[in-house]
């Protein structure tokens, strides 16, 4: 028997064996695609955006909380879990919630959902809101500034960014 055969028999033992199992082969295309991209990004099924950070917690949320400030994101709520850190905040039409999760005392995970009405998900604002809190995180590490943590009492909801922030005229 030729390789050839041999290939054609194992694809349809997979694909008989796995019927109605798409999750199967979509997640193996979009690990490689995640893989061959580099990005260091995850999604899962549902369009949620994952990334761990090598920071802790509390450092990953000033630091996601300075950015969305940045983008004019604004922030409605914080919430303390048991694990982490819960965020609610608004991007015009969309809805923002971002779970911060402690994964050990040095390492974070951030998941971020952004929601368009009851059924769509905004992958690109998920990923652009995870990758400007990595631009922070970088930026100080990159300048000697050490990761400020912000006491949760300190903080006000709403959270809008001030209006002479980044030379606004408001």
Known sequence: MSPRWWLAALSLVVLTTTQSCVALGVSLLAAGAGTAAGQGLSYNFSSLAYKTFTVPVEG?????LKSLIRMEI?????????HGVTIL??????DVDIELDRLTGRTSRMRVNVKLGW???DQATAAEIIAQTTQTLDSQARNGQPIRLLPPDSIQFPLARPANYLGSSQ
Do not use: Q, T
């Open 60 to 64: 990953l949320e000033a630091a996601a």
């Open 74 to 82: 604004d922030v409605r709520s914080r919430e303390n879990r048991d």
């Open 119 to 121: 059924f769509l998900r």
């Open 89 to 94: 905040a608004e991007a015009g039409d969309r």
